[in-house]
């Protein structure tokens, strides 16, 4: 085998040379993702100095020439595909005049000569990539008429989205170009004696690979200098490491959930990291500086080590019932509160709301996938929410209360009271049940007794007071429905305690486990206080201790409340879930995954969710729009047919029916796709009633569509602009700093790149943006005059940093002239 390092356009510049892909390789199935990675990675490179980074490793391709004229790809061929579409895509845009061409106006042209064809005769065209299977039709159409396009394949779709960041990118088509010359692979061309198979086998086995982390240290330390990648090791990364017991991918994964919102699965944490990097304001090393931190609180929690007795004592019992979801809200909580930005007792509060909504969920068996969500975005609520010096406390419980509606519910009292008396408690997971028993001995006592950790170390078992197994004499006990009251109470709450001579009791009468040595009577355990009481242990003892029990609990995992409002205009939000009506809401974003997009209304917000879904489960997706009514895949045959969105040429929705036809349909796409329906959060607009109340969230209507059709009624000549009003009225009343209006200014911009005025100065009679604000009121602006305005925002925060368009934001101009553009549009 003989390799050596090549920029990857020299693969497909031999003349008269074809790449089979052979038919045992699977289908082309690179998604968005990966493309969007590798545009990213070439608008980086396009940026960088070349001094300094002349090229961008890709990976490697492995081949093998089986004539003059044919090479066939043993691996690699994702990249080859994609770069294939990519050329393709440039051209195409060149010729299409999407893309300014820069230095060479005949590049389009020369790259599908050069890199794509064999032969350039447009009668019978020979191409210079073979596909495997189904992707062959689909990338040959690709060199015809859009109409023949096949648009269920992965080719197409990858295609139509290189075509769409080259109409967005800053990049001339020849810089573009440029950047994917200097893409380098290791090419390695087996020579006769090589076993194609073997080395395939070779290069795609597991081994032993790098953990997520391990690649982060790389990239992190890499590109520091020697003295530099040593302080950083001795300084940081290493004491981060210890400080989560080597635990590195779990802290970075709750880490970057903190800082975004967002939960990367385990496997994507160091793409995920990369991606939080690319994006970030700080330095690698800040960045490491700020990990550091968050590892000495993670250890604070997990260790029961704040500092705060009160909270420390709490943590040691409570870390058995906050799992790690809770994980990215606790860490800056806690830093807040060493930070002396709230208190002890505050921090004791938040804890303790943690452990009742927990616990009671739990004993409720409400499901816990909401949960995720909910403390992945909690912190960064309570801070925007925090206008004055509300506690935290206060404002945990307004952000759990407001889901009462949904799935993310915190149970109410008599939810509680009755799952607890009835819930088969024996069963619970081992660490809720010593939480519970240890919970029931000794509450909020400083007289504390170790409950927990000896049922963990076998000293204490959990113990039937009643036993499993019923003999003679507990039958003449519990009387003639001794059977029915046996299996009704055997698991429940009021037949069990904790005992040190659980295998000593055994079946034994109840006189005999209340009087042998070391039975009840002379039990040290406060659980016990009520079987030390009784004389017999029948169905009515049972009941009484349950009872004692139940108000007990109900005391403990208290149900929770506040006088905190927010704003009116604090825009809630809530997961799609399964069964939350949002009958008469009105939806202003979404957010899934890495996505989040204001919209107008669910008209329109139900064909971009699906655009997002296409992008990753595209064949799974289609094949299912051929079994709903809703949904076609050929839009084409629908064009001009009221009610009909196209989320891309391969998939058209029906929208004209009501809001829960449209969130019904999205849950059945969700489950046909085994899609987790608690990932896609809806932003709603603000109702008066919902901001009255407070607690209701998702559940109130705050108003009745009737079951009225929706055909989407934003649509104003400026609804592009005007759908971010409720936004911008939010951020108006809360005035974040600028990075909390910085994904709206960008998605704000890129909205308006279609409105902008480059003559916004002659628009405005040649007076200076402030001098013709100030004069001129903005109910009194022609529609031209308010893009001139936004326009000359725009123009300022280009040259002088970002600051106007923020200002303008918070203090409340720009809403006034998105209202006034909704008026004259």
């Known amino acids: 085998m003989k390799g050596q390092p090549t920029e990857i356009w020299q693969i497909y510049n031999k003349a008269n040379s074809t790449l089979e892909i052979p038919v045992y390789q699977r289908n082309y199935d690179w998604g968005t993702p990966q493309c969007a990675r590798l545009f990213d990675d070439l608008e980086a490179l396009a940026h960088a100095d070349r001094d300094k980074q002349p090229k961008h490793f890709f990976g490697a391709v492995v081949g093998k020439s089986e004539d003059s004229w044919t090479w066939i790809v043993i691996d690699g061929q994702q990249r080859l595909t994609t770069i294939s579409l990519l050329i393709l895509a440039i051209a195409h845009s060149v010729a299409a005049g999407d893309v300014e061409v820069g230095k060479d106006p005949d590049l389009g042209r020369k790259l599908v000569d050069d890199y794509l064809l064999v032969d350039a005769n447009p009668n019978s065209l020979k191409f210079k990539l073979k596909p495997v299977k189904n992707d062959a039709a689909a990338y040959r159409a690709l060199f015809g008429p859009e109409d023949d396009f096949v648009d269920s394949s992965n080719v197409t ?68 200098k020697l003295e530099e990648q040593n302080r950083l090791y001795e300084q940081r990364w290493n004491p981060i490491e210890e400080n989560v017991d080597y635990r590195t991918d779990w802290l970075i994964r709750w880490y970057l ?94 804890l303790h709301i943690i452990e009742s909504y927990l616990f009671r969920r739990t004993i409720c068996q409400v499901g816990a996938n909401a949960l995720n969500k909910i403390f992945a975005t909690a912190y960064s609520e309570l801070r925007k929410l925090r206008t004055a010096h509300q506690s935290y406390a206060d404002l945990l419980t307004w952000i759990l209360r407001r889901r009462d509606g949904g799935s993310g519910r915190f149970p109410n009292d008599v939810d509680f009271r009755e799952s607890f008396e009835t819930r088969d ?50 039958e003449e006990q519990l009387g003639p429905d001794a059977v029915d009251i046996h299996d009704t109470w055997e698991n429940r709450i009021g037949n069990l305690t904790v005992t040190g001579y659980n295998s000593a009791y055994s079946n034994s009468s109840f006189q005999k486990k209340k009087t042998m040595p070391e039975g009840f009577n002379s039990s040290p355990y406060r659980l016990n206080a009520d079987v030390k009481s009784a004389d017999h242990w029948n169905e009515d003892a049972l009941r009484a201790r349950s009872a004692r029990l139940v108000h007990q609990a109900l005391e403990y995992w208290s149900f929770v409340d506040t006088a905190f409002r927010p704003p009116e205009v604090v825009r809630p939000t809530e997961p799609m879930g399964t069964d939350t009506s949002f009958r008469g809401r009105e939806v ?26 296409l992008q990753q489960h595209r064949a799974a997706l289609l094949g299912f729009a051929g079994t709903d009514n809703l949904l076609t895949t050929e839009p084409a045959a629908h064009e001009g047919k009221r009610g009909l969105r196209v989320a891309d040429p391969g998939l058209g929705v029906w929208v004209n029916n009501d809001t829960n036809t449209k969130v019904t349909l999205l849950r059945r796409v969700f489950e046909a796709l085994h899609l987790d329906p608690e990932e896609l959060i809806f932003t709603l607009r603000p109702s008066k009633d919902a901001a009255a109340s407070g607690m209701s969230g998702g559940s109130l209507s705050g108003g009745d569509d009737g079951g009225k059709n929706d055909d989407g009624g934003s649509t104003g000549r400026y609804a592009a602009l005007t759908k971010f009003r409720a936004e911008m009225d939010e951020d108006a009343e809360l005035k974040p700093e600028p990075s909390g209006t910085a994904d709206l200014r960008t998605e704000f911009s890129g909205e308006f790149t279609e409105f902008r005025r480059d003559s916004w100065m002659q628009d405005l009679g040649g007076q200076p943006l402030a001098s013709f604000t100030a004069a001129t009121p903005v109910d009194q602006m022609t529609a031209e005059q308010v893009l001139a305005v936004i326009s000359g925002l725009f123009a300022m925060e280009s040259m002088f940093g970002a600051g106007a368009l923020h200002q303008s934001i918070i203090d409340g101009s720009m809403s006034g002239y998105l209202d006034r553009l909704a008026e004259l549009g």
């Not at 029931?440 to 007794?449: A, W, Y």
């Not at 957010?591 to 971009?608: F, I, Q, R």
Request: no cysteine.
């Open 157 to 224: 779709a990858n295609y139509r989205y290189f075509r769409e960041r080259l109409r967005k990118t800053d990049l001339t088509a020849y810089q573009v170009w440029d950047a994917v010359s200097r893409l380098e692979v290791m090419h390695l061309d087996l020579e006769a004696h090589d076993d194609p198979q073997r080395i395939f086998e070779s290069l795609n086995s597991t081994g032993l690979n790098l953990s997520e982390s391990d690649k982060i240290r790389n990239f992190v330390l890499m590109n520091q």
């Open 257 to 350: 959930t903190s800082k975004t919102n967002k939960t990367p699965k385990e496997s994507d944490i160091f793409e995920a990291f990369k991606l939080f990097v690319q994006r970030s304001d700080d330095s690698v090393p800040q960045i490491l500086d700020d990990i550091y931190e968050y590892s000495k609180n993670s250890r604070a929690i997990t260790h029961a080590s704040t500092g705060f007795s009160t909270v420390d004592r709490r943590l040691s019992r409570a870390n058995l019932i906050v799992g790690d979801v809770v994980h990215p809200f606790l860490m800056p909580v806690v830093a807040d509160a060493r930070r002396g930005e709230t208190t002890e007792s505050d921090l004791d509060a938040v």
């Open 588 to 613: 202003t974003a979404y957010e899934y995954g890495d996505v989040s997009e204001t919209v107008t209304d669910w008209a329109n917000l139900v064909p971009k969710v699906l655009h997002v879904l």
């Open 425 to 474: 408690t024996y069963r619970l997971r081992p660490a809720h049940r010593r939480y519970l028993f240890d919970v029931l001995e000794n509450g909020d006592s400083k007289d504390n007794r170790d409950i927990a950790d000896k049922i963990a170390s076998g000293d204490l078992t959990v113990e039937h007071i009643m036993p499993q197994t019923l003999t003679r004499a507990w």
